[in-house]
């Protein structure tokens, strides 16, 4: 994008709404903050700049993973008095500066450059804007041969100005120089005594700027304000990622999969019913993904085959063709190429090497109550069924341990480790005993 851009993120509302010690704009979409989605979305964008409006005390805005400037609006006075608290940032001499929601997650950058394409294409104010077949409560914007000329409130509308479909988003688009500067004259001549973004419209009418109107869906600037509305943009959100894997994998049941903002997979990956995605979760091609699966924070080699009911943790890392079966658990761990745990295992802290089968029941114990060790399974082991290994141990390559055993020394490459109490048969004592009783 050419020109300077600076954009303005508006995140400084206590969201009382929200009933919650998480301030609003943390709440996440998809895994992911609000006001992360609103940032990523102005980066793909192309903006020069990008600066955060706060409230005092706002220590979250530090922890972001890409910690924009951020300016204090003490005390909040409206959308205009939030936009100039970041005057200082008006120094760069930007092109055009955009101001957008931290609440508002279903943004998309394609709106956003659109805003800015006005205004870059030589017009003054860019109002982004959308259309519904319900419009209360949304402000209206009031349009003359292709110009802006009022954005009405609801309150103040009249009855043929109500009838309006096209409604104010919030999210402006602003020429630098004169434009800009008009910011400085809107009042606070009102019921609130704030200053209101909305006023420059009637300021540039006056003024004679050229002012248009950029067009965006009625989804995606739904700005959140309760956890109802959180419920209904998560719901948004996932549809747009379901569609998008549907391009190149396969959903059977694709309203009952859930991805995280990041999850990645390859071409002809296949979801069963009931899955979810955390963050963190590439799968590669080929990959099928059974019923009532949960990752996260797990990568998937292609060819491999996960669930049902499977649990992928943090650092779980499947290799090719490998086998993760019902009710297994795999946690920082690497399973190797076509490595298999098909039934009721728990792999924590392991290296599990190419080939090696490991039976129902097995279990790595790889916390002491202090600290966590690793375990270490040769490629083309046998870990027979029901066994626990004691980390830090080893189990040699095609080494084979019997079911049922506890180990808790290195087995050697080949040996078969046997480490359970020996069985003592007692002669024509069942009958008896059943007697006795």
Avoid at 46 to 59: F, I, K
Wanted: with cysteine.
């Amino acid at each position: 994008m050419a020109g300077k851009t600076l954009a303005i993120v508006l995140a400084a509302g206590k969201g009382t709404r929200m009933r919650s010690k998480v301030p609003k704009v943390m709440h996440k979409v998809g895994g992911l903050p609000m006001i992360e989605h609103v940032l990523g979305a102005v980066r793909m964008a192309g903006a020069s700049e990008t600066v955060l409006v706060v409230a005092p005390d706002s220590d979250w805005a530090g922890t972001l993973a890409q910690a924009p400037r951020a300016f204090v609006q003490d005390p909040p006075l409206g959308t205009a008095h939030a936009v100039l608290a970041a005057r200082e940032a008006f120094a760069s001499a930007p092109d055009a500066v955009v101001v957008l929601f931290g609440d508002s997650p279903l943004i998309t950058p394609a709106s956003i450059e659109r805003a800015l394409a006005r205004v870059r294409g030589g017009a003054d104010i860019a109002v982004l804007a959308f259309r519904t077949d319900t419009p209360t409560g949304y402000g209206r914007v009031l349009m003359a041969d292709g110009q802006v000329v009022a954005i009405r409130e609801e309150a103040d509308a009249s009855d043929a100005e109500r009838a309006v479909t096209l409604c104010n988003s919030g999210v402006m688009a602003i020429a630098g120089g004169a434009p800009l500067a008009a910011l400085d004259e809107i009042g606070n001549a009102n019921s609130k005594g704030e200053y209101y973004l909305t006023d420059l419209i009637a300021i540039g009418r006056a003024k004679g700027f050229a002012m248009v109107v950029a067009e965006a869906s009625a989804e995606e600037v739904l700005g959140v304000n309760d956890r109802a509305q959180l419920a209904q943009a998560e719901a948004v959100f996932q549809d747009r990622a379901r569609r998008a894997a549907m391009e190149h994998a396969t959903l059977e049941a694709p309203h009952t999969v859930y991805f995280s903002h990041d999850t990645v997979l390859g071409e002809d990956v296949h979801v069963e019913p009931n899955v979810v995605f955390g963050p963190g979760v590439e799968v590669a091609a080929g990959v099928r993904i059974r019923a009532f699966s949960h990752l996260e924070g797990a990568r998937v080699a292609s060819g491999a085959v996960v669930g049902p009911f499977a649990r992928l943790r943090p650092g779980a890392d499947i290799g090719p063709k490998a086998h993760v079966g019902n009710f297994v658990e795999i946690k920082n761990a690497v399973l190797g190429a076509g490595a298999k745990a098909n039934h009721l295992t728990y792999v924590g802290d392991a290296d599990v090497g190419a080939g090696a089968n490991l039976g129902a029941g097995t279990i790595t114990c790889n916390y002491d109550g202090v600290h966590k060790h690793r375990t270490t399974i040769g490629q083309g082991a046998f870990i027979g069924s029901n066994s626990a290994l004691v980390a830090p141990v080893r189990v040699g390559e095609r080494a084979y341990v019997a079911s049922g055993s506890v180990v808790t020394e290195d087995v050697p490459d080949e040996a078969l480790a046997i480490g359970r109490g020996r069985q003592v048969n007692k002669p024509a004592r069942s009958p008896s005993r059943r007697r006795d009783h």
